[in-house]
């Protein structure tokens, strides 16, 4: 008997130190729900490869060649409360080599950054104001032979050569971060140049013997993607502008269609087309088109 006793004074005992221990023990501190941040960022770069060979036998002509194009598109947007702050970089550049030529060719040269803040006056019209930068990062050349039948090239374009800076109030229309339009009515944008290429013409609307140009004028931005198939997504940018000073009627298109085919979270396949309209530049429509496939990595 006193055995059981003893044993149930022991436990007892043990029981009540172990609630004074835990009481002791510091509180366990609940985790604060985490607060979602304002700012959205994603991005996409790709490298993508296009080939063409022939052997010494095939009849029916060609050349070989062979190509690369690297692609960076990073979005950065923030969205509290009345305000949203759109900003996105877009860095595109590509070269062929073709068998026979001296020369590598670029088949593509961009660099674009784009900022946009509103101010939310109803669900989706926001005063706007916008500003945008683009350029090319490498240089330009026009080819041509010379007497003897060498290959001759001469150098028309650099980097900030053109390069154009665009800013100016508006109305934004947002749907989402996908789907919006820019109305800017009262645009200034400067163009900028090296003299060495207005020293006998002018370049890209420059003046001879000027460096810069400056413009005030209309611009409309419209962005819209979406996906047409689950793995198949096409991404449209269109940018107008009118220059109120000199030939308003003379609008400045810029076109770009990006269709992203998806095989798998690595491997993909681009088709790009863009039409540029720009009298100041060529009288015509400048039509590129590109399409490759290889490697993308999101993040």
């Known amino acids: 008997m006193k055995k059981i006793m003893l044993s149930v004074c022991a436990l007892g005992w043990l029981t009540a130190f172990a609630q004074e221990q835990t009481s002791n023990e510091a509180p366990v501190v609940e985790q604060a729900p985490q607060v979602e941040s304002p700012w959205k960022r994603s991005g996409t770069i790709s490298l993508l490869f296009n080939q063409a060979a022939f052997n010494h036998d095939w009849t029916g002509g060609g050349t070989n060649n062979y190509g690369g194009n690297l692609n960076l598109s990073y979005d950065a947007n923030y969205k509290k409360d009345v305000w949203a702050w759109d900003n996105k970089l877009v860095v595109d550049y590509g070269l062929t080599r073709v068998d026979g030529d001296d020369f590598s060719k670029k088949t593509n040269d961009r660099f674009v950054i784009n900022s946009l803040l509103g101010r939310q006056l109803s ?17 330009g050349y026009t080819y041509g032979t010379d007497n003897q039948g060498r290959q001759t090239r001469t150098e028309t374009t650099h980097f900030l050569a053109p390069g154009y800076f665009s800013f100016g109030p508006g109305m934004l229309w947002k749907k989402s971060d996908n789907l919006k339009v820019n109305i800017a009515p009262a645009t200034s944008r400067l163009i900028f140049t090296d003299k060495k290429f ?11 013997g000027k460096t810069s140009r400056f413009e005030f004028g209309a611009a409309v931005n419209g962005y819209a993607k979406f996906d047409v198939l689950p793995n198949i997504t096409v991404e449209n940018t269109l940018n107008l502008y009118s220059n109120y000073l000199d030939k308003p009627a003379n609008v400045d298109i810029d076109y770009t269609l990006n269709l992203l085919m998806k095989v798998n979270n690595y491997i993909s396949a681009n088709f790009i087309f863009q039409a540029i309209y720009d009298d100041d530049a060529a009288k015509a429509f400048q039509i590129r088109e590109a399409f490759g496939a290889g490697l993308t990595y999101k993040f």
């Open 198 to 208: 207005t020293e006998t013409a002018a370049h890209f609307g420059v003046e001879k």
């Open 123 to 139: 669900e989706t019209w926001y005063f706007s104001f916008f500003a945008n930068f683009q350029t090319q990062l490498d240089k």
